[in-house]
């Protein structure tokens, strides 16, 4: 009974909603519309795929810009991790990175409309599973230097997350947390797959 009191004493409710509502915050910053604009480049959502993550700020020619946005989209999930975790809340970081990713995918600057995930994503694996994240690196690797697809890359390495995590995570049940986004990961790439399938897909590196 104390435990249950404890759970939704005033004090600790009010850390839960910092927790959903600042980590969400922190992942709906969508780092390719503002550093393309700041760049001088217009909106990258009138751009290529007219996606705001860092395959789509690449087709502008500017690596730099893209790799600026690849970092700060997976720091998003990492710093939400470890600033729950600099406060003490060990039980709340799956919680902060669930919130960030979602911040990513459905930011509410952009109408909702925000970014695939694939950073973000990535960043949490490095937060929470570190061996996880160079599993995923080395899928999405190999499969982008095979195929030249980055698409195909992060959904391939996607799959490979929820297995590895629940090899390497102490905590098994994360597995399922990250099986959950990489289903939202996904259905956000649905217009990939779709091109996957015609053989219209854009490779990396290619503009327009």
């Not at 709906?28 to 604009?37: A, D, E, Q």
């Not at 809340?89 to 911040?103: I, N, Q, R, S, T």
């Not at 509410?108 to 160079?134: D, I, M, S, Y």
Request: glycine fraction near 12%; include cysteine.
């Amino acid at each position: 009974m104390s435990a249950v009191m404890e759970l939704v004493s005033p004090d600790k409710i009010q850390i839960l909603l910092v927790v959903i509502f600042g980590s969400y915050l922190l992942g709906s910053i969508p780092f390719g519309v503002v550093l393309t604009k700041a760049a001088g480049l217009g909106d990258i959502r009138a751009i290529g795929s007219g996606n705001i993550g860092a395959t789509n700020v690449l087709r502008t020619g500017k690596k730099g810009l893209a790799f600026a946005t690849l970092v700060l989209d997976g720091l998003k999930g990492t710093a939400a991790v470890l600033i729950v975790r600099g406060l003490g809340e060990p039980d709340l970081e799956m919680l902060a990175g669930l919130c960030a990713f979602f911040g990513h995918l459905f930011p509410v600057w952009l109408r909702f409309n925000g970014g695939k995930g694939v950073a973000t994503l990535l960043g949490l694996l490095a937060a929470l599973c570190w061996p996880a994240a160079l599993g995923f690196i080395a899928v999405w690797l190999s499969t982008a230097y095979l195929s030249r697809y980055s698409s195909l890359a992060a959904l391939l390495a996607s799959l490979a997350v929820p297995p590895m995590v629940y090899f390497f995570s102490p905590d098994g049940s994360e597995a399922f947390v990250f099986a959950f986004l990489v289903a939202f990961l996904w259905l956000k790439h649905s217009t990939n797959i779709a091109r996957l399938w015609a053989g219209t897909e854009g490779k990396i590196g290619a503009k327009g």
